[in-house]
């Protein structure tokens, strides 16, 4: 059968420049978003495209814990294969606010709600890849996670929240958690790769919440810095499908090239760290990887 994709998010911007891409390739893809009429609009668009592969939407809320457990039962109770998960859908620069869950917006949004998806399918995605095919799990961060810290004591920004330093920390979170799971599953010998993606300034929606003097600069001079959804969508696109990316994980690409990372996104320590406090957070048992 085809090849099955999940892309978070998959309703605009780079999401759906991704998801439409992966159902051109024939591919069955499975947009996840917490909007349906925006997710039904999507999918009847790239049917319209009249592709090769099978689109369809399927509701996730990923600032509620309980909203992702229930997509992933329904995902499972349909007994269909994943080869490939896109951890595309973000938030960015939102005024302080907290999830149902009671965590701050970016950091429970992005990042947790991401965690507990790929752990959740991580059984799926294991039987689905083969050592001459495997699946796939690419996670979209963004520059900003250079400038991020992660504050073990504090991650809900609760001490003193910025918005900027809750985005950064959140996309950080996410470099440090693709590269632990990338060393947990070759340790493992799964036949699944992990892979993060930096889409370059993208002028999506993502950036509706900057303050209105950026939003003034931004206009004039948004054609020069920031890419089209389809241009950030491409590195995306590139790890998801490309036969180059076979069998490789752990990297960080930006233009479809692998690039260094921040220092800090390497430290093993702190990814292990990060991984024991979001299995604590989002009730997932740490010693399902067989780690003491």
């Not at 999918?43 to 369809?56: D, L, P, T």
Request: proline share 3%.
């Amino acid at each position: 059968g085809a090849l099955v994709a999940i892309v978070t998010g998959g309703a605009k911007g780079m999401g759906y420049e991704t998801a439409r891409h992966l159902t051109s390739l024939g591919m069955h893809v499975v947009i996840a978003g917490n909007s349906e009429e925006e997710g039904l609009a999507a999918v009847r668009k790239i049917r319209e495209e009249n592709s090769k592969g099978k689109v369809e939407f399927q509701f996730l809320d990923l600032s509620s814990l309980k909203s992702v457990r229930q997509f992933v039962r329904m995902f499972k109770d349909r007994r269909l294969p994943l080869h490939i998960l896109v951890n595309n859908a973000g938030v960015m620069l939102v005024p302080e606010r907290q999830t149902e869950d009671g965590f701050e917006l970016h950091f429970g949004l992005n990042y947790l709600g991401h965690f507990l998806l790929t752990n959740l399918l991580l059984d799926t995605l294991k039987q689905s890849g083969s050592h001459d095919s495997c699946a796939r799990v690419v996670t979209v961060s963004s520059a900003t996670h250079y400038v991020g810290v992660l504050n073990l004591e504090d991650l809900q920004s609760r001490s003193c929240y910025c918005a900027h330093g809750a985005y950064a920390q959140s996309k950080l979170a996410l470099v440090l958690f693709s590269y632990h799971l990338q060393q947990k599953l070759t340790a493992g010998g799964f036949p699944v790769t992990v892979n993060v993606v930096d889409p370059g300034m993208v002028n999506t929606d993502l950036y509706q919440n900057l303050c209105s003097p950026a939003q003034l600069v931004k206009r004039p001079v948004a054609w020069l810095l920031f890419r089209t959804p389809a241009e950030g969508a491409s590195t995306a696109i590139y790890a998801a499908a490309s036969p180059t990316m076979e069998g490789v994980g752990g990297c960080y690409l930006y233009n479809g090239q692998r690039a260094q990372s921040s220092i800090i996104s390497y430290d093993e320590d702190l990814q292990a760290q990060l991984w024991r406090q979001s299995c604590t957070l989002v009730s997932f048992p740490v010693e399902d990887y067989g780690e003491n």
